[in-house]
């Protein structure tokens, strides 16, 4: 036995339904159990033990590279509680130079993050209780949140002064102790201290107010919820998230088409989606939720979220014409898991809706859903891409539970179909039901015979750490995420990077 074959079966290990897999590098075990984490339970790990697992691989990887995942969650893949977690305790194991404080200037973007920072700290450090073990802040993540409150107005720190915080406004006010930049900030930071900043001009403010006043029958309440509505709406100041979430409210009071109009160009605005920062699925819910309404306007309303999604994916790199590509998409029982506790999406959703949005910038391609079985879908006029992925969820429950992800490449050698690509959404926990000896491994190596060229790009859409067929460095790929922004990882690869070499180009 060489030294190389041993090494070799120091990779193998037992994924979570007992199949054989592979250990992950800690640098990429760290990358996709981070931008996979919604810290909550999945469906084979607890929150407590994604976190901890999280906390480990920190330690056995560099602070730069810790940082830079941070930056790129942040930044790219637009997440907002995982960035401040890896701040918080890459503080605990780093510090003799500025990196936990310019990496907060790059990851705390909003105002309440300031309050959230904190309320991590206090929850991963020392001992005592409540803000008692903020006493002892690091200096450089008290140094960056002092300068993160230096970036917002009166206005960003009303909307987040909330009493049912752990960690207060005033409460961080006073932790930090940040010095204003002008005699106007200070006057903002007097009044977080008294209580007296103004009251924001926000859809929950006054749809509260108006939820307190009494009216004689239900038809003069939803008279008042529609001029509400339609203040906020001319107003300009509703946020794009809380037009998203709200849709279903704006056309159930019965908006006219006028205010239908600033809600249709709003949502389908190339800059406005850019701006927001949205992930796709949040398109996904709200298109969902429309469908259920049977009112004539919502077409419209729809064909803005259809423009949307579009728009949100519009910088991935198309395939040419002489590019074949293959989209499995996994929906056995553990991808039927909520993304978060408080989300109605579920794993597998992500998944077809990642693998609509790649479809919708290809030439050539095949797509389907496997559990027990392989499902091509049925081809018809191209749509959308959220209407394609209400459509193949329609069809989840059709191919069973399992994983038997083989069986997609198994149906291609069988109809003698040539891809260039074979792009894989899933949990990664392959396993063979059927126990006739069949995996994605074997089935992968059986294709490479059959095409040579061929490449299988694995796209982790829960971060377990495992990956189903080794990764070798000229035929498989892996990628991890739940925003489009993971198709600029793929558009790296085609340039012969990796997904890590892209995490590390990032500029600290």
């Not at 081809?379 to 394609?388: A, D, I, Q, S, W």
């Amino acid at each position: 036995m060489t030294y190389n074959s041993i090494a070799k079966e120091k990779e193998i290990i037992m994924n979570y339904e007992g199949e054989k897999a592979y250990k992950m590098s800690s640098e990429m075990e760290l990358y996709t159990a981070v931008v996979t984490s919604a810290m909550g339970d999945s469906f084979y790990e607890s929150r407590d033990g994604r976190v901890e697992r999280i906390s480990e691989l920190i330690r056995k990887v560099s602070p730069e590279f810790v940082a830079k995942l941070a930056i790129y969650a942040r930044e790219q893949m637009n997440l907002r509680s995982i960035p401040l977690f890896l701040i918080v305790e890459l503080a605990k194991i780093h510090n003799g130079d500025h990196l936990v404080r310019k990496t907060m200037d790059r990851v705390v973007l909003r105002a309440d993050e300031i309050m959230e920072t904190l309320a991590c700290y206090q929850w991963r450090n020392g001992e005592g209780k409540g803000m008692k073990k903020l006493n002892k802040l690091s200096r450089q993540i008290q140094e960056g949140l002092k300068n993160a409150f230096n970036r917002f107005d009166e206005y960003q720190f009303a909307k987040y002064n909330r009493d049912n915080l752990e960690v207060k406004l005033k409460d961080a006010l006073f932790i930090v102790h940040p010095k204003a930049k002008s005699p106007e900030q200070q006057d903002i930071f007097n009044r977080i201290v008294s209580g007296e900043l103004k009251v924001p001009y926000t859809w929950e403010t006054e749809l509260s107010a108006l939820g307190q006043q009494t009216f004689e029958s239900e038809e003069e309440k939803t008279k008042a919820k529609r001029e509400c509505w339609k203040k906020l709406l001319q107003s300009g100041k509703l946020g794009y998230m809380a037009l998203l979430r709200n849709l279903r409210n704006i056309i159930e009071v019965g908006m006219d088409m006028n205010m239908l109009k600033i809600v249709h160009d709003r949502i389908s605005s190339r800059d406005e989606v850019i701006k927001s920062r949205q992930l796709p699925f949040r398109f996904y819910t709200a298109y969902r939720e429309l469908t259920n309404i049977q009112r004539p306007e919502v077409q419209y309303i729809l064909e803005a979220l259809e423009k949307a999604a579009e728009h949100s994916a519009e910088n991935l790199c198309g395939f040419n014409e002489d590019t074949p590509v293959f989209i499995a998409c996994d929906v056995s029982g553990s991808m039927q898991f909520p993304v978060s506790p408080k989300s109605s999406v579920m794993n597998y959703d992500i998944g077809i809706l990642l693998g609509s949005i790649l479809k919708s910038k290809c030439k050539s391609v095949v797509t389907g859903i496997f559990g027990d079985t392989w499902l091509p879908a049925v081809g018809g006029p191209k749509c959308g891409v959220l209407e394609n992925t209400i459509n193949m969820h329609k069809n989840a429950n059709k191919v069973g539970f399992s994983t038997n992800g083989h069986l997609a490449i198994d149906w291609l050698l069988k109809e003698n179909i040539k891809v260039d690509k074979l792009m894989f959404f899933t949990d990664m926990q392959m396993w063979n039901s059927r126990r006739d000896g069949g995996s994605l491994e074997k089935a992968w190596k059986a294709y490479k015979i059959f095409n040579p060229d061929a490449k299988l790009y694995l796209f982790d859409l829960r971060g377990y750490g495992q990956m189903p067929v080794r990764q070798t460095t000229d035929d498989v790929f892996l990628i991890a995420g739940w925003s489009e922004k993971v198709f600029e990882i793929l558009d790296a690869i085609e340039g012969g990077e990796s997904a890590l070499k892209h995490i590390q180009q990032i500029e600290l």
